[in-house]
Protein backbone atom coordinates (compact mmCIF):
# COMPACT_ATOMS: atom_id res chain seq x y z
CA UNK A 1 0.00 0.00 0.00
CA UNK A 2 3.31 2.05 0.72
CA UNK A 3 3.81 2.08 -3.50
CA UNK A 4 -0.17 2.68 -4.39
CA UNK A 5 -0.19 5.73 -1.79
CA UNK A 6 3.17 7.41 -3.30
CA UNK A 7 1.42 6.60 -7.06
CA UNK A 8 -1.70 8.68 -5.73
CA UNK A 9 0.34 11.45 -4.74
CA UNK A 10 2.55 11.36 -7.99
CA UNK A 11 -0.86 11.77 -9.85
CA UNK A 12 -2.37 14.35 -8.09
CA UNK A 13 0.48 16.65 -8.57
CA UNK A 14 0.18 16.02 -12.42
CA UNK A 15 -3.35 18.04 -12.39
CA UNK A 16 -1.26 21.51 -11.98
CA UNK A 17 -0.46 21.50 -15.58
CA UNK A 18 -4.04 22.12 -15.97
CA UNK A 19 -6.48 24.23 -13.95
CA UNK A 20 -8.94 25.71 -14.93
CA UNK A 21 -8.51 29.62 -16.19
CA UNK A 22 -10.54 32.57 -16.07
CA UNK A 23 -14.40 32.45 -16.35
CA UNK A 24 -16.09 34.67 -18.28
CA UNK A 25 -19.67 35.96 -19.86
CA UNK A 26 -20.21 34.74 -23.42
CA UNK A 27 -22.30 37.71 -24.32
CA UNK A 28 -18.79 39.34 -26.52
CA UNK A 29 -17.58 36.00 -28.02
CA UNK A 30 -15.85 37.59 -30.95
CA UNK A 31 -13.52 40.10 -28.81
CA UNK A 32 -12.79 37.30 -26.73
CA UNK A 33 -12.34 35.04 -29.17
CA UNK A 34 -11.04 36.75 -32.28
CA UNK A 35 -10.15 33.43 -34.05
CA UNK A 36 -12.71 31.34 -33.76
CA UNK A 37 -15.32 31.42 -35.93
CA UNK A 38 -17.88 29.05 -34.21
CA UNK A 39 -18.20 26.98 -30.93
CA UNK A 40 -18.34 23.12 -31.83
CA UNK A 41 -18.91 21.24 -28.38
CA UNK A 42 -22.32 21.31 -27.88
CA UNK A 43 -22.93 20.58 -31.65
CA UNK A 44 -20.30 17.94 -31.57
CA UNK A 45 -20.15 16.52 -27.90
CA UNK A 46 -19.10 12.83 -29.12
CA UNK A 47 -15.27 12.29 -28.50
CA UNK A 48 -13.91 8.57 -29.53
CA UNK A 49 -10.48 7.45 -29.90
CA UNK A 50 -8.15 4.34 -30.24
CA UNK A 51 -6.31 3.57 -27.47
CA UNK A 52 -2.74 1.97 -26.69
CA UNK A 53 -2.68 0.47 -23.28
CA UNK A 54 0.71 -0.81 -20.86
CA UNK A 55 -0.90 -1.32 -17.58
CA UNK A 56 1.02 -3.09 -14.66
CA UNK A 57 0.26 -6.23 -13.53
CA UNK A 58 -1.67 -6.12 -16.24
CA UNK A 59 -2.03 -6.00 -20.05
CA UNK A 60 -0.62 -4.59 -23.46
CA UNK A 61 -3.39 -4.17 -25.89
CA UNK A 62 -5.14 -1.77 -28.30
CA UNK A 63 -8.74 -0.80 -27.16
CA UNK A 64 -11.00 1.77 -28.24
CA UNK A 65 -12.58 5.00 -25.89
CA UNK A 66 -15.33 7.25 -25.67
CA UNK A 67 -17.50 9.78 -24.10
CA UNK A 68 -20.66 11.50 -24.68
CA UNK A 69 -22.77 14.49 -23.19
CA UNK A 70 -26.20 13.58 -23.66
CA UNK A 71 -28.85 16.09 -22.79
CA UNK A 72 -30.28 17.16 -19.31
CA UNK A 73 -26.43 16.99 -18.42
CA UNK A 74 -26.10 13.28 -18.40
CA UNK A 75 -23.12 11.79 -19.64
CA UNK A 76 -21.51 8.62 -20.29
CA UNK A 77 -18.40 6.44 -21.33
CA UNK A 78 -16.79 3.38 -22.48
CA UNK A 79 -13.75 1.77 -22.37
CA UNK A 80 -13.28 -1.40 -24.32
CA UNK A 81 -10.00 -3.59 -25.55
CA UNK A 82 -7.91 -6.62 -25.80
CA UNK A 83 -4.09 -7.71 -25.51
CA UNK A 84 -1.34 -9.75 -24.34
CA UNK A 85 -1.24 -10.30 -20.55
CA UNK A 86 2.27 -9.44 -19.34
CA UNK A 87 3.75 -12.30 -17.55
CA UNK A 88 5.59 -15.73 -17.72
CA UNK A 89 2.77 -17.83 -18.74
CA UNK A 90 3.92 -21.30 -17.80
CA UNK A 91 0.81 -22.65 -16.68
CA UNK A 92 -1.35 -24.46 -19.98
CA UNK A 93 -4.60 -23.11 -18.34
CA UNK A 94 -3.14 -19.72 -18.14
CA UNK A 95 -4.84 -17.36 -20.80
CA UNK A 96 -2.23 -15.17 -22.57
CA UNK A 97 -4.95 -13.14 -24.03
CA UNK A 98 -7.11 -11.17 -22.38
CA UNK A 99 -9.50 -8.55 -23.10
CA UNK A 100 -11.17 -5.17 -20.76
CA UNK A 101 -14.35 -3.22 -20.70
CA UNK A 102 -14.62 -0.35 -18.68
CA UNK A 103 -18.42 1.72 -18.88
CA UNK A 104 -19.42 5.00 -16.40
CA UNK A 105 -22.78 6.51 -16.54
CA UNK A 106 -23.13 10.14 -14.75
CA UNK A 107 -24.69 13.44 -14.08
CA UNK A 108 -22.69 16.37 -14.06
CA UNK A 109 -23.37 18.75 -11.24
CA UNK A 110 -21.62 21.66 -12.29
CA UNK A 111 -20.70 23.37 -15.28
CA UNK A 112 -18.65 26.54 -16.68
CA UNK A 113 -16.67 27.66 -19.38
CA UNK A 114 -13.18 29.04 -19.39
CA UNK A 115 -11.12 30.50 -21.79
CA UNK A 116 -7.86 28.63 -23.05
CA UNK A 117 -5.02 29.91 -24.23
CA UNK A 118 -3.01 27.14 -26.64
CA UNK A 119 -0.99 26.44 -29.95
CA UNK A 120 -2.82 26.23 -32.80
CA UNK A 121 -0.60 24.18 -35.05
CA UNK A 122 -0.72 24.68 -38.92
CA UNK A 123 2.33 22.49 -39.93
CA UNK A 124 4.88 20.19 -38.90
CA UNK A 125 8.35 19.07 -40.81
CA UNK A 126 11.56 17.15 -39.92
CA UNK A 127 14.76 17.44 -41.78
CA UNK A 128 17.09 14.68 -40.64
CA UNK A 129 17.37 15.53 -36.68
CA UNK A 130 15.78 18.69 -37.04
CA UNK A 131 11.95 19.15 -35.95
CA UNK A 132 10.00 22.75 -37.45
CA UNK A 133 6.69 23.00 -36.06
CA UNK A 134 4.42 26.49 -37.42
CA UNK A 135 1.62 27.26 -35.08
CA UNK A 136 -0.41 30.49 -33.53
CA UNK A 137 -1.43 31.00 -29.75
CA UNK A 138 -4.69 31.49 -30.10
CA UNK A 139 -7.36 31.23 -27.29
CA UNK A 140 -10.82 29.21 -27.59
CA UNK A 141 -13.27 28.37 -25.11
CA UNK A 142 -13.21 25.50 -23.01
CA UNK A 143 -16.08 23.63 -21.52
CA UNK A 144 -15.84 22.30 -18.10
CA UNK A 145 -18.22 19.13 -16.75
CA UNK A 146 -18.03 18.30 -13.04
CA UNK A 147 -19.81 15.22 -13.09
CA UNK A 148 -20.70 12.43 -10.55
CA UNK A 149 -20.02 9.09 -12.14
CA UNK A 150 -20.98 5.50 -11.73
CA UNK A 151 -20.03 2.28 -13.83
CA UNK A 152 -18.33 -1.53 -14.00
CA UNK A 153 -15.32 -2.64 -15.03
CA UNK A 154 -13.27 -5.89 -15.49
CA UNK A 155 -9.84 -5.38 -16.44
CA UNK A 156 -7.25 -8.30 -16.81
CA UNK A 157 -3.94 -8.68 -14.44
CA UNK A 158 -1.63 -11.73 -12.55
CA UNK A 159 -1.04 -12.64 -9.15
CA UNK A 160 1.48 -15.19 -7.78
CA UNK A 161 -1.15 -18.22 -7.16
CA UNK A 162 -0.21 -20.86 -5.04
CA UNK A 163 -1.95 -24.35 -5.16
CA UNK A 164 -3.88 -26.27 -2.82
CA UNK A 165 -2.08 -29.26 -2.05
CA UNK A 166 1.49 -28.38 -2.48
CA UNK A 167 3.85 -25.30 -2.16
CA UNK A 168 4.35 -25.21 -5.68
CA UNK A 169 3.02 -21.46 -6.77
CA UNK A 170 2.93 -19.54 -10.50
CA UNK A 171 1.76 -16.08 -11.86
CA UNK A 172 -2.06 -16.50 -12.91
CA UNK A 173 -4.31 -14.59 -15.68
CA UNK A 174 -7.51 -13.67 -14.22
CA UNK A 175 -10.02 -10.62 -14.50
CA UNK A 176 -10.64 -8.62 -12.01
CA UNK A 177 -14.62 -7.14 -11.93
CA UNK A 178 -15.65 -3.91 -9.64
CA UNK A 179 -17.88 -1.52 -9.57
CA UNK A 180 -17.17 2.24 -9.05
CA UNK A 181 -18.28 5.28 -7.62
CA UNK A 182 -16.71 8.77 -8.12
CA UNK A 183 -16.36 11.68 -9.95
CA UNK A 184 -14.91 13.35 -13.08
CA UNK A 185 -13.58 16.41 -14.23
CA UNK A 186 -14.17 17.04 -18.18
CA UNK A 187 -12.71 20.30 -19.49
CA UNK A 188 -13.12 19.77 -24.15
CA UNK A 189 -12.97 22.15 -26.96
CA UNK A 190 -13.86 22.14 -30.45
CA UNK A 191 -14.02 24.62 -32.56
CA UNK A 192 -13.56 26.58 -35.50
CA UNK A 193 -10.56 28.65 -36.53
CA UNK A 194 -9.23 31.30 -38.94
CA UNK A 195 -6.28 33.20 -38.44
CA UNK A 196 -4.57 35.49 -40.61
CA UNK A 197 -1.17 35.89 -40.30
CA UNK A 198 0.46 39.28 -39.75
CA UNK A 199 3.22 38.68 -42.05
CA UNK A 200 2.19 37.12 -44.94
CA UNK A 201 -1.30 37.94 -44.74
CA UNK A 202 -2.09 33.96 -45.76
CA UNK A 203 -5.61 32.60 -43.75
CA UNK A 204 -5.14 29.51 -42.16
CA UNK A 205 -8.87 27.76 -41.17
CA UNK A 206 -9.31 24.60 -39.66
CA UNK A 207 -10.70 23.36 -36.60
CA UNK A 208 -9.67 22.30 -32.67
CA UNK A 209 -10.54 19.34 -30.80
CA UNK A 210 -8.81 18.84 -27.36
CA UNK A 211 -10.26 16.68 -23.96
CA UNK A 212 -8.60 16.42 -20.87
CA UNK A 213 -10.14 14.48 -18.20
CA UNK A 214 -9.37 13.60 -14.61
CA UNK A 215 -11.03 10.80 -12.79
CA UNK A 216 -11.11 9.82 -8.92
CA UNK A 217 -12.82 7.51 -6.88
CA UNK A 218 -13.76 3.97 -5.28
CA UNK A 219 -13.94 0.35 -6.23
CA UNK A 220 -15.98 -2.35 -4.78
CA UNK A 221 -15.29 -6.07 -5.86
CA UNK A 222 -18.35 -7.36 -7.71
CA UNK A 223 -17.19 -11.34 -6.22
CA UNK A 224 -16.61 -12.18 -2.88
CA UNK A 225 -13.49 -13.90 -4.76
CA UNK A 226 -12.21 -14.80 -8.17
CA UNK A 227 -12.52 -18.67 -8.79
CA UNK A 228 -9.60 -20.66 -8.85
CA UNK A 229 -8.32 -20.75 -12.48
CA UNK A 230 -7.74 -24.40 -12.98
CA UNK A 231 -8.45 -27.43 -10.70
CA UNK A 232 -5.85 -27.83 -7.43
CA UNK A 233 -5.85 -24.04 -7.17
CA UNK A 234 -6.52 -21.33 -4.83
CA UNK A 235 -9.13 -18.37 -5.38
CA UNK A 236 -8.55 -15.17 -4.89
CA UNK A 237 -10.53 -13.12 -2.08
CA UNK A 238 -11.53 -9.86 -2.58
CA UNK A 239 -9.41 -7.14 -1.03
CA UNK A 240 -9.97 -6.07 2.68
CA UNK A 241 -9.16 -2.33 2.20
CA UNK A 242 -11.18 -0.04 0.34
CA UNK A 243 -9.75 0.65 -3.12
CA UNK A 244 -9.47 3.77 -5.31
CA UNK A 245 -8.79 4.53 -8.95
CA UNK A 246 -7.07 7.87 -10.20
CA UNK A 247 -7.13 8.54 -13.78
CA UNK A 248 -5.67 11.72 -15.92
CA UNK A 249 -5.74 11.97 -19.80
CA UNK A 250 -3.56 14.86 -20.66
CA UNK A 251 -3.62 16.57 -24.47
CA UNK A 252 -1.05 19.02 -25.33
CA UNK A 253 -2.26 21.22 -28.09
CA UNK A 254 -5.69 22.60 -29.19
CA UNK A 255 -5.24 20.62 -32.25
CA UNK A 256 -3.56 17.88 -30.64
CA UNK A 257 -4.55 14.07 -32.39
CA UNK A 258 -4.90 12.85 -28.73
CA UNK A 259 -4.31 12.36 -25.13
CA UNK A 260 -1.37 10.78 -22.99
CA UNK A 261 -3.02 8.89 -19.67
CA UNK A 262 -1.88 7.95 -17.07
CA UNK A 263 -3.41 6.12 -13.58
CA UNK A 264 -3.20 3.98 -10.89
CA UNK A 265 -6.61 1.98 -9.52
CA UNK A 266 -6.90 -0.76 -6.61
CA UNK A 267 -8.05 -4.48 -8.82
CA UNK A 268 -10.45 -5.17 -5.30
CA UNK A 269 -8.55 -8.40 -5.09
CA UNK A 270 -5.96 -9.63 -2.89
CA UNK A 271 -5.16 -5.85 -2.10
CA UNK A 272 -3.41 -5.26 -5.16
CA UNK A 273 -3.12 -2.33 -7.47
CA UNK A 274 -2.42 -1.62 -11.08
CA UNK A 275 -0.34 1.11 -12.48
CA UNK A 276 -1.32 1.97 -16.29
CA UNK A 277 0.12 4.38 -19.18
CA UNK A 278 -1.34 4.64 -22.45
CA UNK A 279 -2.32 6.74 -25.55
CA UNK A 280 -6.31 7.80 -26.47
CA UNK A 281 -5.93 8.89 -30.53
CA UNK A 282 -9.17 10.85 -31.81
CA UNK A 283 -10.71 9.51 -34.51
Known amino acids: MKN ?32 VTADLAEDDPLFIGL ?19 LPFNLHVSADAGYGWVISEHKE ?32 E ?5 VKTTNFYRIKVPNHHKIIVEAGY ?10 QTESLYSAYNSFQAPVYSLGIKWSAYSKSSVKVRDSSSGEVNTGS ?16 DQIEAPASGWKTVAKSEVRGYYFVFR ?29 NTFYL
Open 208 to 223: TQRLFEFEAGIVIPSK
Open 51 to 69: RHVLALPGVWGLGAYGSYN
Open 92 to 123: EHDKKFRGWIDIRAGYSVFNFTSRKTGKWVTS
Open 4 to 35: FKTGLLVLAALAVFLCPSETFAQDDFASKYPH
Open 250 to 278: FPNKLNTIGTFDIGIRSLGYDDSAQFYLG
Open 153 to 162: SSVPTTIKLG
Open 125 to 129: HTVGN
